[in-house]
């Protein structure tokens, strides 16, 4: 069994910056893929990046390609989101996922594990 925890939502201005993180236990990340979700309010849950096991591969929306970062600490079994140049429009909670394999790594229906949710907020 994996337990996940997201942390560090917030209340920012446009072109503020958050950093979001990913505490996993349970087992080693080593081997996990992690993504990062999320959910506004009347939308579907969407994807906005992930990260392989090893940290070499990683993929982005294009919404947030350029001023979001993904990062892992292996020896945290930590992720980081670094968020920067926020916008209105990335307002929603944040989740962080874990899956097993590097597939299907978009559909959020794939992933095993959820953290609980962050509430980003980012003002005009």
């Known amino acids: 069994q994996v337990q996940v925890v997201d942390s560090g939502g917030g209340l920012v201005r446009a072109g503020g910056s958050l950093r979001l993180s990913c505490a996993a236990s349970g087992r080693t990340l080593r081997t996990y893929v992690m993504g990062w979700f999320r959910q506004a309010p009347g939308k579907e849950r969407e994807f906005v990046c992930v990260?392989?096991?090893?940290?070499?591969?990683?993929r982005y929306a294009d919404s947030v390609k350029g001023r979001f970062s993904i990062s892992r600490d292996i020896a945290k079994n930590s992720v980081y989101l670094q968020m920067n140049s926020l916008k209105p429009e990335d307002t929603a909670v944040y989740y962080c996922?874990?899956?097993?394999?590097?597939?299907?790594?978009?559909?959020?229906?794939?992933?095993?594990?959820w953290g609980q949710g962050t509430q980003v907020t980012v003002s005009s």
């Open positions: 996922a874990v899956r097993m394999t590097w597939s299907s790594i978009t559909n959020w229906r794939t992933y095993d594990y």
């Open positions: 990260i392989s096991g090893s940290g070499d591969s990683t």
